[in-house]
Nanobody, 122 residues
Framework: VQLQASGGGLVQAGGSLRLSCAAS?????AAWFRQTPGQEREFVAA????????YYGDSVKGRFTISRDNAKNTVILQMNSLKPEDTAVYFC???????????????????WGQGTQVTVSS
């Protein structure tokens, strides 16, 4: 499975960025995680295969929106009201063993994109 993430960059606090993840296959869930140096990967958001169910980490609820374009096999993360603490490398992920109860666990995902840097300046 190939995952290609894009859309990261530098933005001022309060701004917006849109990340995209193009996948070669579509599994039950796709997700975004983020990671800063020395830290564990943090769950950001996940979406079901149909796009009908979505889940968010507490730190991004109300600011980030995950969606799917199934015609293009792409998962999109719209990030609004960005804060400096959102600065991280963002990874998209998917896998065949992800279920609702482990959707926020990075160990449930077998396939990962290469990561894209998001930097939010204050």
């Amino acid at each position: 499975v190939q995952l290609q993430a894009s859309g990261g960059g530098l933005v001022q606090a309060g701004g917006s960025l849109r990340l995209s993840c193009a996948a070669s296959e579509r599994y039950r869930y796709a997700a975004w995680f983020r990671q800063t140096p020395g830290q564990e990967r943090e769950f950001v958001a996940a979406i079901s295969r149909s796009g009908g169910f979505s889940y968010y980490g507490d730190s991004v609820k109300g600011r980030f929106t995950i969606s799917r374009d199934n015609a293009k096999n792409t998962v999109i993360l719209q990030m609004n009201s960005l804060k400096p603490e959102d600065t991280a490398v963002y990874f998209c992920a998917t896998g065949s063993t992800v279920i609702t109860s482990n959707v926020d666990n990075p160990r449930a995902y077998h396939y990962w994109g290469q990561g894209t840097q998001v930097t939010v300046s204050s």
